[in-house]
């Protein structure tokens, strides 16, 4: 999942990802605990984010390290998690799904026409408006990652509490749309 900004002739690639318990209805329903979600860090990729880049920048030193952590964390999430990325060519590379499938990171099919299935599009546009009221015509490229780590570390947890609870409603319309857009 990610976005870019372009920003004074270079890119800045944000990247992270929603996490959630890997059951949210059984520790939700059955123990009355509030439900964990979280952002875990902000990303910056600097430049062109091709595959080997995405590779060795995001999925090996974040990715499998954050999904290992959660499975040794929560037995039951294996059983849960999964991946989900966009159709950015460096999600797409034969590569980067063998080193997924390698790692055995499970994938959620994406649908070609629905980029607006993933509530993370709805956390970038957020930021992106937060950002934006930060930049100044003297910001420079330090300050645009600055304010997107700052911007995103005051993300409210309950606007991505209701985001993530979309998740259900928003994959029931894109197959009722038949991998069409949705209202999301």
Same mark, same amino acid.
């Given at each position: ?6 920003? *004074?002739?270079? =890119? ?7 996490? =959630? ?9 059955? *123990? ?5 979600? *979280? ?6 990729v ?5 595959a ?29 998690? /999964? ?16 080193l997924?499938?390698?790692?055995? /990171? $499970? ?10 299935? *993933? ?5 970038? $546009? ?7 009221? !930060? ?17 995103w ?7 991505? !509490?209701?985001l993530?609870?979309?998740? !259900? $409603? ?15």
């Open positions: 999942m990610q976005s870019n900004l372009k920003f *004074s002739a270079f =890119f800045l690639f944000p990247w992270s990802c929603l996490n =959630f318990m890997s059951n949210p209805m059984q520790y939700c329903h059955q *123990s009355c605990k509030v439900c964990i979600l *979280s952002l875990i860090n902000l990303f910056t600097r430049g062109n984010l091709n080997a880049r995405y590779q060795a920048e995001i999925i090996q030193p974040v990715v499998d390290p954050f999904l290992r952590q959660q499975r040794q964390q929560d037995p039951l999430a294996a059983q849960y998690q /999964i991946f989900q990325q966009d159709g950015a060519p460096a999600h797409t590379a034969r590569t980067t799904k063998a997924l499938q390698q790692l055995g /990171i $499970d994938l959620m099919e994406w649908p070609s026409k629905s980029p607006d299935l *993933s509530p993370i599009e709805n956390v970038w $546009d957020h930021l992106g408006q937060a950002v934006a009221e !930060r930049v100044t015509e003297n910001s420079t490229l330090d300050d645009l990652e600055r304010f997107l780590k700052e911007e570390r005051a993300m409210d947890q309950d606007y991505l !509490r209701d993530i609870w979309t998740m !259900r $409603d928003r994959c029931e319309e894109c197959i009722a749309a038949q991998g069409g857009s949705t209202h999301y």
